[in-house]
């Protein structure tokens, strides 16, 4: 008798996974031989954080981001900083709490990440206090996600290259570097900025030869990625207001078509690339060619105000010198003209770097084996993390436990 055997796809259950969480999206990262993103909304690798409630059953992502614009009051969206309130959504014939619509999300994500590993970090946003870190953990429990524990995302970020930066080795690989500085060795400070629906917000974070430790952290509300879009949205249909007579915003349909072009409009400025948006109706279209640097001059009151943010904010945490980096995240380096204004307000020889998206989960991940191993305290590490890092000697030896607030 012969035997015959078909070899199904066999995952590396083994590898770690690290996800990214904020108020606007989810993204994930699966470490291992090879490093991947995760596809969490097929076709796509990141999860919007809105959800619809057009239809019977509330949808998570793309659907719901597809009409915030059009139907505002049945998308439930800028969640994540009112865990823990009793603030309410009535979006259609559904109603959520913060709790609920992040356990919407989570439930979606829980598929992807469960096919790659049984070991998976959340990296969180600064600005999320001790009792909302564990209502994340109690609604991630809910929806069976298999954490292995919880980080500040900036903490994460540093701890993950904080070998470089103390050997004195280009600690960002794969950043866009805006001002390439000779990396210094040693113990040194980087500030983190990064952005989402809820605000613009920095960290400050110290490397020292055993740890890495918060130093401080600042939010802006007023300058969300929001905002920033809302002034481009705006900018963009006075223009088509000057050159056609009509106004996208009087039109549902086409407010939604040009909201969902700004991402990709967003990288090519970043990218120096010529900007071409389409607002059209049943009865009319309008082609707007627009140049990076008009994007920039529409949101000028923004990231003046932000590179000034960023530069009190630094100065106010009365470091002993200079931090050693600024790094954004991709979210927030994408924003026009803020890459520009924080370099302006950044004291000379510290090195200004955009970070590629997945660096944040990438660094999560980096925590899993950590905390598997008991390296870690089993708490979210929202002060210091330590690093264990080999000494000049080559012992190796690491620093005492430091918990944070216990999730």
Same mark, same amino acid.
């Given at each position: 008798?012969?035997?015959?055997?078909?070899?199904?796809p066999?995952?590396?259950?083994?590898?770690?996974?690290?996800v990214?969480?904020?108020?606007?999206?989810?993204?994930?990262?699966?470490?291992?031989?090879?490093?991947?993103p995760?596809?969490?909304?097929?076709?796509e690798?990141?999860?919007?954080?809105?959800v619809?409630?057009?239809?019977?059953?509330?949808e998570v992502g793309? =659907?719901?981001?597809?009409?915030?614009?059009?139907n505002p009051h049945?998308?439930?969206?800028?969640?994540?900083?009112?865990?823990?309130?009793?603030?309410?959504?009535?979006v259609?014939?559904?109603?959520?709490?913060?709790?609920?619509?992040?356990?919407?999300?989570f &439930?979606?994500?829980?598929?992807p990440?469960?096919?790659?590993?049984?070991?998976?970090?959340?990296?969180l946003?600064?600005?999320?206090?001790?009792?909302?870190?564990?209502r =994340?953990? =109690?609604?991630?429990?809910?929806?069976?996600?298999?954490?292995?524990?919880?980080?500040v995302?900036?903490?994460?970020?540093?701890?993950?290259?904080?070998a470089? %930066? %103390?050997?004195?080795?280009?600690?960002?690989?794969?950043?866009?570097?805006? =001002?390439?500085m000779?990396?210094a060795?040693?113990?040194?400070?980087?500030?983190?900025?990064?952005?989402?629906?809820?605000?613009l917000?920095?960290?400050?974070?110290?490397?020292?030869?055993?740890?890495?430790?918060?130093g401080?952290?600042?939010?802006?509300?007023?300058l969300?990625?929001k905002?920033?879009?809302?002034?481009?949205?705006?900018?963009?249909?006075?223009?088509?207001?000057?050159?056609?007579?009509?106004?996208?915003?009087d039109?549902? &349909?086409?407010?939604q078509?040009?909201?969902?072009?700004? *991402?990709?409009?967003?990288d090519?400025?970043?990218?120096?690339?010529?900007?071409?948006?389409?607002v059209?109706?049943?009865?009319?279209?309008?082609?707007?060619?627009?140049?990076p640097?008009?994007?920039?001059?529409?949101?000028?009151?923004?990231?003046?105000?932000?590179? *000034?943010?960023?530069?009190?904010?630094?100065?106010g945490?009365?470091?002993?010198e200079?931090?050693?980096a600024?790094?954004?995240?991709?979210?927030a380096?994408?924003?026009?003209?803020?890459?520009?204004?924080?370099?302006?307000?950044?004291p000379?020889?510290?090195?200004?770097e955009?970070?590629?998206?997945?660096?944040?989960?990438?660094?999560?991940?980096?925590?899993?084996?950590r905390w598997?191993?008991g390296d870690?305290?089993?708490s979210?590490?929202?002060?210091?993390?330590?690093?264990?890092?080999?000494?000049?000697?080559?012992?190796?030896?690491?620093?005492?436990?430091?918990s944070?607030?216990a999730?």
């Amino acid at each position: 008798m012969l035997w015959s055997r078909k070899s199904a796809p066999v995952h590396d259950r083994s590898r770690a996974v690290g996800v990214d969480l904020t108020a606007s999206r989810v993204r994930a990262e699966a470490v291992g031989v090879k490093s991947r993103p995760l596809v969490l909304d097929a076709p796509e690798e990141e999860l919007a954080l809105f959800v619809s409630g057009e239809r019977r059953t509330a949808e998570v992502g793309r =659907v719901a981001l597809g009409i915030c614009r059009k139907n505002p009051h049945l998308v439930c969206s800028n969640f994540l900083a009112a865990l823990g309130q009793s603030r309410e959504w009535r979006v259609g014939r559904h109603t959520f709490i913060a709790e609920t619509a992040l356990e919407l999300a989570f &439930d979606k994500i829980r598929g992807p990440i469960a096919t790659e590993t049984e070991a998976a970090a959340l990296a969180l946003p600064v600005y999320l206090g001790p009792a909302q870190v564990t209502r =994340v953990g =109690v609604t991630a429990g809910r929806s069976k996600l298999a954490l292995k524990g919880t980080a500040v995302g900036a903490l994460a970020l540093v701890a993950d290259r904080a070998a470089a %930066l %103390l050997a004195g080795r280009p600690a960002a690989p794969g950043a866009d570097w805006v =001002v390439p500085m000779r990396p210094a060795g040693g113990p040194g400070a980087v500030v983190v900025v990064d952005a989402d629906e809820y605000a613009l917000f920095a960290a400050v974070v110290s490397v020292e030869p055993e740890c890495v430790r918060l130093g401080g952290s600042a939010v802006w509300p007023r300058l969300a990625v929001k905002a920033w879009k809302d002034r481009l949205l705006d900018a963009v249909s006075d223009r088509c207001v000057r050159l056609c007579r009509r106004d996208p915003r009087d039109s549902a &349909d086409a407010e939604q078509a040009l909201f969902g072009q700004l *991402d990709e409009a967003l990288d090519r400025a970043r990218a120096g690339q010529r900007i071409g948006l389409t607002v059209q109706t049943a009865h009319w279209f309008q082609d707007i060619a627009q140049q990076p640097e008009e994007f920039e001059a529409h949101c000028s009151a923004l990231w003046r105000l932000a590179g *000034d943010s960023v530069r009190d904010f630094t100065n106010g945490i009365g470091l002993a010198e200079p931090p050693r980096a600024v790094w954004l995240t991709d979210t927030a380096g994408r924003l026009p003209g803020l890459v520009r204004a924080v370099h302006a307000n950044t004291p000379e020889g510290t090195a200004v770097e955009v970070l590629p998206p997945n660096a944040v989960a990438a660094a999560a991940a980096a925590l899993v084996p950590r905390w598997l191993s008991g390296d870690l305290p089993r708490s979210h590490l929202d002060s210091v993390v330590p690093l264990g890092l080999p000494l000049a000697g080559g012992a190796g030896r690491k620093a005492p436990p430091r918990s944070g607030s216990a999730t």
